[in-house]
């Protein structure tokens, strides 16, 4: 895997779901979210303490789950910020999994690791409410809109039957082909 060091320039325009305020960048992801796409083999950045499971198995922040190695269909909800990038980087390169990030579709890094590397996308209707570390719900949405984001034609067709609100972006390759969605 050939991993780049971002430039600062380069990680501008993600946005974050922390805040000043909330002093934290660990959220968890709507329990529904993951419900409607299956189950996960890793999630690699997941909360120290959780009321729920993202996958089989947890990464977090003192594992380092960028150094560790990937296996299996990936969960990632990554710390959203200037880190983003390097973690879609890495789940585009391992090519299995489905991120949860900000649409902030013009920015340098979606079109480097969203737009041609991706299966499938899906942009929510409205905004998301992730969850603290308890299990509850914040009162605020994240701030932003979000995408599903399915790397691998399996994570594309999960996307597809979700049933969650919003629109279904499938991709084609440049070859002219639909990546196994149908």
Request: aromatic content about 10%; proline content about 7%.
């Amino acid at each position: 895997m050939s991993f780049q060091v971002q430039t600062k320039q380069h990680l501008r325009g993600i946005g974050g779901h922390q805040s000043a305020r909330a002093v934290t960048v660990e959220w968890l992801t709507p329990p529904d979210i993951l419900d409607a796409l299956g189950l996960f083999d890793l999630d690699p950045c997941a909360p120290s303490k959780r009321p729920w499971d993202m996958a089989a198995r947890h990464f977090t922040v003192e594992e380092d789950g960028m150094a560790q190695p990937w296996d299996g269909r990936v969960w990632l909800n990554p710390p959203y910020g200037g880190d983003t990038w390097g973690w879609l980087q890495r789940l585009a390169e391992h090519g299995d999994g489905i991120a949860l990030v900000y649409a902030r579709t013009e920015t340098q890094g979606f079109h480097e690791w969203a737009w041609p590397r991706a299966d499938a996308m899906h942009f929510f209707e409205g905004r998301l409410h992730f969850h603290h570390l308890d299990g509850v719900r914040a009162k605020g949405n994240c701030g932003g809109p979000s995408v599903l984001i399915a790397y691998g034609s399996y994570n594309a067709r999960a996307l597809a039957n979700s049933g969650l609100p919003g629109k279904f972006v499938p991709l084609t390759c440049k070859c002219g082909g639909n990546h196994g969605v149908n």
